[in-house]
């Protein structure tokens, strides 16, 4: 799901996402800039002009790699070479979520990385396929070229996400030409990543009339229900051996709760800020919950041990944010380990297939604009 609409999470304490803020240099990899605008968490002063805050002991050598705009769900190439993006920025000409191929060796502060998606429409949740000369990704624009519409604000106050049913999933090359269109029924299809195997695809999709999991081979064939249980069931990724599935979900369970989402999904809306982590075997069985932390618990990836959980949560912040990471044991016991320390947001993390690298979006050194940008980082276990 894109940053703007979690980013809305943070509305919730009256803060807004904005574009074009001015643009920055560089920080020093493993040192922080001495510009100070937010709170940093252990000191008590301002600052998030911070690359790298001082208990994030599992990050080494962070780089930034995006400078303004909204950079969000980056994902690693097999080969680890490069990464695919959903970016929205009004500097490069880019008014609604396009995906972009990002080398993370480079800074992308005074050039443009490569569209590969139409430039039309929406799109979100882009992730590579197997061998690397190709991507899918889901977009809107066989639905309406044009950038769908902002669900309005809500009188009651509730923040909810868009869940638009012209999103279908498509394959495209490196050159931006869609080669295949995987999902073509109505409704919702979306949220689709790859097993590291390659054999295997996970989607969100209302096709049954909820938001559940479904899986179906490389090519699209052989589509499989995987979750059945009322709630939005999405942003699933496959465990490093293809056997496993972790994703977050809303499950309501009161009558007002299920109600409600009942009469929100009718409109094409969800409300994401009460979100679990649930893992499942990739047929969908030995289905439990690892986390009861509160708040939204989402953007889960394996570590590459496949033991462990890194995900982004808002569990600890008593006004809704800041969102960080953190690490939980896959089975749910044990201690939850901060990962990140930021003021603000950080989310979308992403190990590299060698578990040498982490990739994730965050608000840290954005001179207090709400950009959300980029930054990879030497992982230390």
């Not at 979900?249 to 679990?276: C, F, H, I, N, W």
């Not at 649930?278 to 041990?305: E, K, R």
Request: charge should be negative; include cysteine.
């Amino acid at each position: 799901m894109k940053i703007k609409t979690i980013l809305g999470l943070v509305a919730l304490s009256s803060l807004t996402l904005s574009c074009g803020g001015e643009k920055k240099e560089e920080t020093s990899t493993t040192e922080t800039s001495e510009k100070t605008t937010e709170t940093d968490h252990h000191s008590g002063a301002t600052n998030v002009n911070k690359i790298h805050y001082k208990d994030e002991k599992h990050l080494q050598n962070i780089k930034q790699i995006t400078f303004g705009g909204d950079n969000a769900e980056a994902y690693w190439s097999f080969d680890d070479s490069k990464l695919v993006s959903q970016i929205t920025n009004p500097a490069w000409g880019i008014e609604c979520d396009q995906i972009f191929i990002v080398d993370p060796n480079e800074t992308y502060e005074s050039k443009q990385a490569k569209m590969v998606s139409t430039g039309k429409g929406r799109t979100t949740c882009s992730y590579f396929m197997p061998g690397d000369t190709t991507i899918l990704y889901a977009s809107t624009h066989l639905g309406n070229e044009a950038c769908p519409p902002k669900p309005e604000k809500r009188t009651d106050g509730k923040y909810v996400w868009p869940i638009y049913p012209d999103f279908d999933i498509f394959v495209a090359d490196l050159e931006g030409n869609i080669i295949k269109q995987l999902t073509d029924g109505k409704g919702y299809d979306a949220e689709a990543t790859v097993s590291a195997q390659g054999d295997k695809i996970v989607f969100t999709s209302t096709r049954t009339g909820d938001l559940e999991l479904f899986t179906m081979d490389i090519d699209g064939s052989n589509v499989k229900q995987i979750t059945f249980d009322l709630g939005y069931d999405g942003g699933a990724f496959f465990s490093p051996d293809g056997t496993k599935l972790i994703f977050r979900s809303s499950r309501p369970k009161s009558e007002e709760d299920v109600k409600e989402y009942k009469e929100l999904l009718a409109q094409g809306l969800v409300k994401p800020t009460d979100m679990e982590l649930y893992v499942c075997n990739v047929d969908g069985s030995n289905l439990h919950q690892i986390t009861h932390l509160g708040g939204a618990n989402w953007a889960p990836f394996y570590h590459p041990s496949g033991n462990k959980i890194i995900f982004s949560s808002n569990h600890a912040s008593e006004k809704g944010y800041p969102f960080n990471l953190y690490m939980v044991n896959e089975d749910g016991t044990g201690e939850v380990e901060q990962i990140t320390y930021d003021g603000v947001f950080d989310s979308f993390p992403m190990f590299s297939y060698d578990g040498k690298k982490l990739i994730f979006s965050s608000n840290r050194n954005n001179n207090g604009t709400h950009d959300t940008n980029l930054f990879v980082a030497d992982w230390v276990d």
